[in-house]
């Protein structure tokens, strides 16, 4: 692969410019090193020297590492953290209905009665720019700052933690945690799961079966913003946690198939204890927050039906790994006796 591309870059470096007329013509010497595409292995690659290429290269087998490691290294921290860690609030472990804002209480009340259509619940949430995404508020201002009190004391903790995802480097994965079955799977299977089947039913809306949640940090000294991504998810449910900050709104392009380029991007600011309910493959991103410190619960729901058919991380048919827990959330035929990932991502 080196010999190859050696040799193209001898031969684009010796190429000369062209004059037409007047005006001589050139190009970038990015050309020479940078999106340099390898037919071979169908990826776009930059290659500036042998060394520099050798040392990125063995980054992305270090992160293919982590990965194959991922299911037993995070089973090893949630038994070190259940036996070691002892919470500030053991009551936000375990949903319950007082948590909840009034107002969400109503809407999913609503989603469960017989006369429900598409557009009756719409009338009843805010409307937002960007399609098919949607504001409502989920918790009370109370237990909005328990949980973070509770997080707060659980990072200040010598317990372990891991990432929440590649993409950001600060937060807390909730299934490790222990928030898994006391509290998003009753707040999936009870609350958003009858929202999302209304709003969602072509994108797996109807049938979520799985989750991964996490909650995300970002601080004018760490993390600031979020590149602009789809989520490994069906549903996106996106709550503000809060504290203090300014900026940071969250902003949505088109779905993933159409290029930035043709996108028309719309913003949506942040209030504490409000979600903003999305399509998993809605392209999104957050802007830099300018000052202080903002939290977000983010819970990634899954459907089996929807995801075996065509795994949205690599759009192929999912070939499947063993997984631990809801793993990534594929399952082999209609029984879920085990749940899978898809060794493609
Ligand atoms: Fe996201």
């Known amino acids: 692969m080196f010999c190859k591309l050696s040799?193209?870059?001898?031969?684009?470096?010796?190429?000369?410019?062209?004059?037409?007329?007047?005006?001589?013509?050139?190009?970038?010497?990015?050309?020479?090193?940078?999106?340099?595409?390898?037919?071979?292995?169908?990826?776009?690659?930059?290659?500036?020297?042998?060394?520099?290429?050798?040392?990125?290269?063995?980054?992305?087998?270090?992160?293919?590492?982590?990965?194959?490691?991922?299911?037993?290294?995070?089973?090893?921290?949630?038994?070190?953290?259940?036996?070691?860690?002892?919470?500030?609030?053991?009551?936000?472990?375990?949903?319950?209905?007082?948590?909840?804002?009034?107002?969400?209480?109503?809407?999913?009340?609503?989603?469960?009665?017989?006369?429900?259509?598409?557009?009756?619940?719409?009338?009843?949430?805010?409307?937002?720019?960007?399609?098919?995404?949607?504001?409502?508020?989920?918790?009370?201002?109370?237990f909005c700052a328990d949980l973070l009190n509770e997080l707060e004391h659980f990072e200040r903790s010598a317990a372990p933690k891991g990432r929440p995802n590649t993409m950001n480097n600060y937060g807390i994965l909730l299934s490790e945690l222990g928030f898994d079955q006391g509290f998003v799977t009753p707040l999936r299977e009870q609350y958003l799961h009858p929202l999302a089947s209304v709003l969602y039913p072509d994108c797996g809306g109807h049938c979520l079966d799985s989750h991964r949640a996490f909650v995300v940090k970002y601080d004018i000294k760490e993390d600031l913003d979020l590149s602009y991504h789809y989520d490994n998810a069906e549903v996106t449910l996106n709550v503000s946690l809060g504290r203090d900050f300014t900026e940071g709104n969250l902003y949505f392009g088109d779905m993933r198939q159409v290029p930035l380029n043709e996108t028309e991007c719309s913003e949506i600011k942040h209030r504490a204890g409000e979600g903003i309910l999305h399509r998993g493959q809605h392209m999104h991103g957050a802007l830099p927050i300018s000052s202080g410190q903002r939290w977000n619960l983010i819970i990634w729901m899954r459907s089996s039906q929807e995801r075996n058919k065509l795994c949205p991380m690599c759009n192929r048919k999912p070939v499947l790994v063993e997984g631990e827990g809801f793993a990534d959330g594929f399952t082999r035929r209609s029984t879920r006796l085990l749940a899978d990932f898809c060794e493609l991502t």
Do not use: W
Request: charged fraction near 25%; aromatic fraction near 12%.
């Open 7 to 142: 040799s193209a870059l001898f031969l684009v470096t010796t190429m000369t410019n062209e004059r037409i007329g007047d005006a001589q013509f050139y190009i970038c010497s990015c050309f020479m090193t940078d999106n340099i595409f390898l037919e071979d292995y169908k990826l776009h690659v930059r290659f500036m020297t042998e060394d520099q290429f050798r040392r990125e290269y063995e980054s992305i087998s270090k992160e293919v590492d982590r990965r194959l490691c991922l299911a037993e290294t995070s089973l090893n921290r949630a038994a070190v953290i259940k036996n070691t860690y002892r919470p500030l609030h053991p009551h936000v472990y375990h949903l319950q209905e007082t948590f909840l804002a009034p107002e969400f209480k109503h809407i999913v009340k609503y989603c469960q009665s017989q006369n429900v259509t598409l557009k009756s619940l719409s009338d009843l949430l805010a409307k937002e720019t960007a399609p098919r995404v949607y504001r409502f508020p989920v918790f009370n201002k109370s």
